[in-house]
């Protein structure tokens, strides 16, 4: 389902203007390990946000929230944001992380070279020079930096006082480079037990950035909850100075607890953002695209300096708010490649569901060689390719859909059954069109169709209509002088109502009237 249109409160482009992190699998290049896993990362990122504005906004308006309501709601929206980037690892989202966490300064990617490494399994050969000199080349690490902290991880392998508690064991048990991981696992221990020298923890330092042990968490969040809620009621809203080292001072404290396994930067920025709102100011985007691969972009000076001063961290909220206030941040292209994306996925897990035979990559292989040919880095056009990609794929599968369905024995569905599915279709058109009026047929599949007084305002019930689910077909026309808008379910009904109950999961309600109010047109 397109939450787009539900958020009410908050910017879309939040959702749309970041870049999706890739998944462990991508090297596979199927339609499910990238564009996928894209789609459910859009989709998450505003289901969080929809969550939010729902269910912890209120709270922080009315300065009424509670710290025991501020754990919940993190976690919840910690469910929806990190859902997907967490399900490549069996991993749950919404739950504090039972594992070590470490934040490469140089990218996340760079673990898997140091744990390849200490398995003699490293490619460009296993002397530390050699492999120092890969880092430096690669990862932009000072070679000094890189020995020393080989020479470390030597020591903590051979050291064999130092113990992993069993949840650590458990993640070493399951990898392909046990001893490594081991060793990892070790260093993480005797950084947190205080049993490295100030040389070695510095050295540790420029690496990476040890979290704090996963039992310690909960002591943690508390603290950092009971912190929070009293500070929201002294914070002056009409100081933006103030306001901007509050959200700040959010942002830092949260992401240096990092109390989930991955999406805490972007849990983050939705508390930073609920807070802004709540007291007055408009929600920002503390990255623009590209400013994470930009050292000069003011973002990434923030983050840099941000475990000594918060100071430039505030600075950019000030000037992002400042930046919103006169126009909150739009991109179209980057809007619309979010939509075809969603809509393209959404497709062809149906098509998969309904006709598991059917290999969708195939169908993809050409498409992909057409726009892989057409893409060019100087250009920059990356967005554009993908959205032409997302058009010729959901072409493509709408007809592929159609041949199939064709081909499937219609089997009559009892009266009751039959008038049941109707009411449920009527409401749901209803529930999102925000009119009433519906006529319906069941000749060829379900199909509703009203007429209106202008062609405009059926583009507009239309558009609605179809961004909140591509289970159905909707098309608009003019008959006998009156505009007609008419949707197409088919056979697809048990997908518009799954739509529906997603929906319902997240706002926390299923009364009619809270959903309309939220879709109401503006003609």
Known sequence: MYYRDFLKEFNPAIAYSFDPESSPNCDLQTLQETYFHDAGQYQDMMAAYLYAQENLLPLVKTKSLTSTDLLEHLKKIHGFIAKTLLAPFEMRSGEYT???????????????????????????????????????????????????FLKLL????????????????????????????????KLYVAYNRNLLSAEDKASVEKLCKICILPEQVIEKMNEFSDKLVKQLVQCNAEDIDEVANFAANVFYELTEIHPFANGNGRTATCLMNCI????????????????????????????????????PLADLIKDRILEAQKAPYKNEKREERM?????????????????????????????????????????????????????????????????????????????????KQVLQAAEFIEKYSGVRGWKSSTTKGLTFWITLANLDEAKIIAQKLQYISNAMDVNTGMSQGRATVICNIGNNLNYLLEADQGLTHIIGRSDKESVQSQVNLSI
């Not at 130092?162 to 990898?175: E, F």
């Open 98 to 148: 039972d594992q070590f966490v470490f934040r490469w300064h140089h990218g996340a990617s760079i673990v898997q070279e140091f744990i390849l490494y200490m398995a003699n399994k490293h490619s460009p050969g296993n002397t530390s020079r050699k492999f120092a000199n890969f880092l430096l080349k690669n990862y932009g690490v000072p070679e000094r930096d890189s020995l020393k």
């Open 154 to 185: 030597e020591r903590i392998k051979k050291d064999t006082s130092i113990t992993i508690p069993d949840c650590a064991q458990k993640i070493v048990d399951r990898d392909q480079n046990p001893e490594s991981v081991r060793t990892l696992s």
């Open 276 to 311: 802004l709102k709540g007291l007055g100011y408009p929600d920002i985007l503390l990255r623009y695209p590209g400013d994470t691969r930009n050292p000069g972009s003011q973002y990434s000076k923030a983050i840099s300096q941000i475990a000594v001063t918060r100071q």
């Open 339 to 419: 939509q075809l994306t969603i809509a393209m996925t959404t497709l062809f897990k149906r098509i998969e569901r309904k006709y598991p035979s059917i290999n969708i990559n195939n169908l993809a292989i050409e498409s992909i060689e057409k726009w892989q040919k057409q893409f060019n880095p100087k250009l920059k056009n990356e967005v554009e390719c993908n959205i032409g990609f997302c058009r010729d794929m959901l072409t493509a599968g709408k007809n592929l859909e159609k041949v199939y369905d064709a081909k499937k024995p219609n089997i009559p569905a009892a009266p009751d059954l039959l008038q």
